[in-house]
């Protein structure tokens, strides 16, 4: 059927023009083994099956528009294949001097028979369009007539990509005509495309009428966003479902968060006047903050320009996008006061030149992905302050990694500060206390205690006074197991009763260890070894009373959630200066305005405040706190249950 329309299609045996592929079938195999295929499945199997079974290639077609077929044929039965320009006018009569190649031209021009001396007439038949394709690489140049040095300096291609369906198409064209003319292979290395899908997996078609129109995807995302989910969604090989979605689930996640940090430093250089190319990076003034910043960013160059270099896109991709949201989510994040405090100390200096330094190298890394975004940040932080830096981010050096700059043991300890806090809120969110709330302690057990600086960021970070490193928490969380029957049930279902009681049995904490460690438990019953993963398992745990525990990855944490009167203050404390900088945002104050604070409602958050106005005007630039009728900007708010009225008026 007609793949078109549908409509039913005969086909007839013609005669045709055949190349003997299978003379050169071993030549195939061999030179195929020299390209590095991706995925190596595709060259070896798809690719490699193709060439096994190599056939004839029938290389002409009965149509009027193509490359004429140049073969000469004489009544005496005589053939010749002309082989250029100047062969066929040597050997006609009537070939013009500005001869065109193609029909109706070609096909009045005649040469004469070497063997009968009669006049010899071009057979009717077109090639194989596929030839022309397989051509390419010298066609292009006219080689061998022309630009020899061009061709072979080009020639065999480091890189080539198309879909998976032109292992028996372009693939394999270019592999025969190489072989044929060079006996070698025409390109060093192949990434094979999946086909892009719709949303439901169905491949897209125009009468189906699931076809997306890329006009209309570029106008709706930007041609960044489009691109970035391909080169995260999936393998290149593998089939892409393509859906606005998850293309701005991409753009968020990378995109924005990259811009958005890139638009934290714009606003702050702005109102500092900071001039990157007026200042010098000092190493002495560099916080364990920075010196980490710096580690990540070259072990990001490092690993994009390795996988770039070995055609792992998704790879690159991923280490692009887990060093974006380092950046923003962690280093930014913490240490935005840096970029707060007045005049330009050499802390200051220091955040600032080494943020800069992170996003242009970031926006340079990125440039092959992301080229109009990386450009328009390329052409704001660097050709605005620097006229004489290339004229495009697309003209300049990839990044250079800087090995010396890379601390591997500093990036270890600050993941563990960061899977540490992970559970920390993981634990505070099971325990249903806010991290506006403080507590006390967090008992922590870990492989490697970390030193004061890691536990001060952790404290920081989960609002806890106390971080205590200690094997002594297996006592705080009691852990029981049940099988999940859905799964256990078709593979053990004959030894389910031993399994019960094999797990009631269990020290449910080293069970739990064991599970976390290896990430199955394996029982060795009479009737035979059961192994039972994290979905085949209930897993019960019991809290002890004023403690919340949670274990992940080897790794325990163990919230105390006893709020004393002090705690439950200093909470309040923290939800009203929230409270406070909310309202601030929301009446349009720049973020250096200081303000008037008045307030009234409830007598024991009027106390609070009274007690403890100092730790709210320092951490919201107000200079007086007035308890009376609110002014200014005004909002009433519940306070962890209390009722409060808030004013704020820019000074």
Not at 248 to 270: H, P
Not at 452 to 462: Q, R, T, V
Not at 620 to 637: N, Q
Request: charge should be negative.
């Amino acid at each position: 059927h007609c793949w078109r329309c549908d409509t039913p299609l005969i086909y007839y045996a013609r005669e045709s023009w055949f190349i003997k592929m299978t003379d050169v079938k071993d030549d195939l195999i061999r030179n195929n083994d020299t390209v590095n295929w991706i995925p190596e499945s595709i060259g070896k199997g798809r690719f490699g099956d193709w060439l096994k079974n190599v056939q004839d290639w029938g290389i002409s077609r009965n149509r009027y528009w193509g490359t004429p077929l140049n073969i000469w044929t004489c009544e005496c039965g005589h053939m010749h294949s002309i082989g250029s320009i100047e062969e066929l006018k040597s050997m006609s009569d009537n070939c013009p001097d500005d001869i065109e190649l193609h029909r109706p031209y070609i096909d009045e021009v005649t040469i004469k028979c070497p063997h009968c001396g009669k006049a010899m007439h071009r057979v009717p038949e077109v090639i194989d369009c596929w030839f022309d394709s397989g051509a390419m690489p010298f066609a292009q140049h006219h080689y061998p007539f022309e630009n020899k040095d061009l061709f072979e300096s080009q020639f065999p291609a480091d890189f080539i990509s198309e879909a998976v369906d032109q292992t028996r198409g372009w693939f394999y064209s270019l592999m025969a005509i190489s072989t044929l003319i060079f006996n070698k292979a025409p390109y060093k290395n192949v990434i094979v495309l999946g086909h892009v899908q719709d949303e439901n997996g169905q491949k897209m078609s125009k009468s189906k009428g699931n076809a997306v129109d890329p006009f209309d995807a570029l106008e709706s995302y930007g041609a960044d966003a489009i691109r970035w989910y391909f080169y995260t969604n999936s393998a290149p090989w593998l089939p892409n479902r393509f859906h606005g979605k998850a293309v701005v689930e991409g753009q968020r996640k990378f995109m924005g968060t990259l811009w958005n940090t890139y638009a934290f430093y714009v606003l702050y250089a702005n109102i500092d006047k900071f001039d990157p190319t007026a200042h010098t990076l000092n190493p002495d003034n560099l916080t364990v903050m920075d010196k980490w910043l710096i580690s990540k960013l070259n072990s990001m160059v490092k690993a994009v320009d390795d996988n770039l270099a070995n055609y792992r896109i998704p790879e690159a991709a991923r280490a692009l996008q887990e060093f974006v949201d380092e950046m923003s989510n962690w280093y930014v994040r913490r240490g935005r006061e840096r970029y707060w405090v007045q005049g330009m100390t050499a802390d200051k200096e220091t955040a600032y030149l080494v943020l800069y330094n992170a996003l242009v190298t970031t926006a340079k890394a990125a440039a092959p992905m992301i080229p109009f975004m990386a450009e328009s940040i390329y052409q704001n932080l660097v050709r605005n302050v620097d006229k004489s830096a290339p004229e495009s981010i697309h003209l300049c050096d990839f990044p250079v990694v800087d090995e010396a700059a890379i601390d591997e043991k500093l990036e270890s300890n600050m993941e563990s500060v960061l899977d540490i806090v992970v559970l920390g809120r993981s634990a505070r969110n099971g325990s249903a206390i806010k991290n506006r709330q403080p507590l006390s302690t967090m008992y922590v057990k870990c492989d490697t205690p970390l030193d004061s600086f890691y536990a001060d960021i952790i404290k920081d970070e989960l609002n806890i006074k106390a971080v205590d490193f200690t094997n002594e928490v297996d006592n705080l969380v009691s852990y029981s197991f049940k099988p999940q029957l859905k799964t256990v049930g078709p593979k053990y279902g004959k030894q389910l009763g031993e399994i019960r009681t094999a797990l009631s049995e269990l020290d449910g904490n080293a069970a739990k260890a064991e599970l976390d460690q290896n990430g199955e438990l394996v029982f060795n019953f009479a009737s035979g070894e059961v192994r039972l993963g994290v979905d085949d398992l209930l897993i019960e745990a019991k809290q002890k009373e004023g403690f919340y525990t949670v274990s992940d990855h080897g790794v325990t944490v163990a919230l105390d959630t006893t709020l004393t009167d002090e705690l439950i203050e200093e909470g309040f404390v923290r939800e009203i200066v929230s409270k406070i900088q909310t309202m601030r945002k929301e009446a349009n104050f720049n973020v250096t305005d200081h303000i008037i604070v008045t307030m009234n409602g409830s007598e024991k958050v009027i106390a609070i405040v009274n007690k403890l106005s100092a730790d709210i005007s320092g951490d919201t630039l107000a200079d007086s706190i007035v308890i009376g009728e609110a002014d200014g900007y005004v909002k009433e708010w519940d306070i962890n249950g209390e009722k409060l009225t808030i004013g704020v008026k820019c000074l």
